[in-house]
C-alpha cells in the first residue's frame, strides 16, 4: 500500500531535538507527495483527534528551538487497551497509514501497543536519558549533557573559592549515562549511578580523603537521580570528612535549552530515515543509532532490548578522578 497520510506526535519527556526531527519528517515527506499531520500532547492528542495538517512552512524555524512544537504528555489513560482504541479509533477515521512517534522507552512501548491493535507505528528515539536500549544514543542526550557540564562548570567556581564539596544530582531516571558522561567530563571526585551497586565508605568518602591527601581542596561528586539522594549525601560527606558540602539538583534545566549540532543532525536523519521506512513500504520499525550509523528495527526488537553498561567508561573515570 502506498503511504498518501502520516502523522507526528511527541510524547513523554520534552528533549532537545524534537523539532529537528518533526521539521525533517514535514519536509521529507512532503517533498515525496506525503501529507503530514501534526498530533498535539503526544497519545492524548492521538485519543482526542488534536490533529493538524503540517505544511513546509508550518516548521519554519524551529530546527534551534528545544523543547516540542507539538507539546508533550504523559498519557496514563493510554496505557490501558480502552485509551489505545480511541487512538486507533482516530486514526481510522482520519485515514492516517501511519504514525511516527517521537520519544523516550514509554513512548516506544506506547508504539508497539498501539501497532498490535493494526496502525503502522515508526519509532524515533529522542530522551535526555539515553535509556532507549535499542539505540546507542536518543536525541537530546548530547544537549542535556553538555547543559549539564556547563552548569557543573560554575558550581566548580564556588567550590574552588571557598574549598567545598558540591554534590550535584543530575537527571536520567534509571539510567545514569547522563551523570557517567558528566561526571568525566567536570573531573568528578565521585560518580553515582544506578548501574553500579556503590560502597558508600570505598567509592565516596576513601576518594574524597585520598584526593585530599594528595592536594586537593574542592571537590565534586555527581549523582544520578536513579541511584541516590544528592541532599542525604551531601550531609554525610560533610559529617564523615568534616569537608563543608552543599547539594544542587539541576532539574529541568537538563531538558531545555536549544539543541546541539549533533542533537540537530542526528534528528533531521532519523527523521529522514523514518519516511524512508514508510517509502519502502515497512511497518512497526524502530529507528536507531549503531555504531555512528542510522538503522532500524522491528518495534518488538527495541522493546525487548537490553542497553549495555559502558564498563570502560565507568573504569576511566575510576582511574583519572584522583
Ligand atoms: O525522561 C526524561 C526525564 O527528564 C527524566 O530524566 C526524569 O526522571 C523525568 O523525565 C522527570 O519527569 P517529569 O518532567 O515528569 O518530572
Known amino acids: 500500500m502506498n503511504i498518501e497520510k502520516i502523522a507526528i506526535l511527541t510524547s513523554g519527556g520534552d528533549a532537545p531535538g524534537m523539532n529537528a526531527a518533526v521539521r525533517a519528517i514535514v519536509r521529507y515527506a512532503i517533498s515525496q507527495k506525503i501529507s503530514v499531520f501534526g498530533i498535539k500532547r503526544g497519545f492524548m492528542g492521538l485519543r482526542t483527534g488534536d490533529v493538524f495538517e503540517m505544511n513546509l512552512r508550518t516548521v519554519s524555524d524551529i530546527l534551534h528551538r528545544g523543547g516540542t512544537v ?148 574542592h571537590f565534586i561528586v555527581i549523582v544520578a537521580e536513579g541511584s541516590a539522594k544528592s541532599t542525604e549525601i551531601a550531609k554525610k560527606i560533610e559529617v564523615e570528612t568534616g569537608i563543608h558540602s552543599r547539594s544542587t539538583i539541576l532539574g529541568h534545566v537538563q531538558r531545555g535549552g536549544s539543541p546541539t549540532l549533533r542533537d540537530r543532525v542526528v534528528a533531521s536523519s532519523m527523521g529522514c530515515h523514518a519516511v524512508d521506512i514508510l517509502m519502502r513500504g515497512e511497518k512497526n520499525r524502530a529507528v536507531a543509532s549503531k555504531c555512528g550509523n542510522i538503522i532500524d528495527c522491528s518495534l518488538d526488537s527495541a522493546v525487548e532490548a537490553k542497553k549495555i553498561f559502558d564498563v570502560d567508561l565507568y573504569e576511566n573515570a575510576l582511574h583519572i578522578s584522583i
Do not use: W
Open 70 to 217: 507539538l507539546y508533550s504528555s504523559r498519557d496514563k489513560k493510554f496505557e490501558t487497551d480502552e485509551g489505545v482504541m480511541e487512538a486507533v479509533e482516530v486514526c481510522k477515521s482520519k485515514k492516517i497509514d501511519a504514525v511516527i512517534v517521537i520519544g523516550g522507552d514509554g513512548s516506544l512501548k506506547g508504539a508497539q501497543a498501539l501497532s498490535e491493535k493494526g496502525i503502522n507505528c515508526i519509532f524515533i528515539p529522542a530522551t535526555i536519558d539515553n535509556d532507549v536500549a535499542s539505540s546507542d544514543y536518543s536525541i537530546g542526550f548530547d544537549t542535556a549533557m553538555n547543559t549539564a557540564m556547563e552548569m557543573v562548570d560554575k558550581i566548580r567556581d564556588t567550590a574552588q573559592s571557598h574549598e567545598k564539596c558540591s554534590v550535584v544530582e543530575v537527571m536520567g531516571r534509571h539510567c545514569g549515562d547522563i551523570a557517567l558522561s558528566t561526571g568525566i567530563a567536570v573531573g568528578a571526585t565521585a560518580i553515582l549511578i544506578p548501574e553500579v551497586t556503590q560502597d558508600f565508605e570505598k567509592d565516596v568518602i576513601s576518594r574524597i580523603k585520598y584526593t585530599q591527601k594528595m592536594g586537593k581542596r
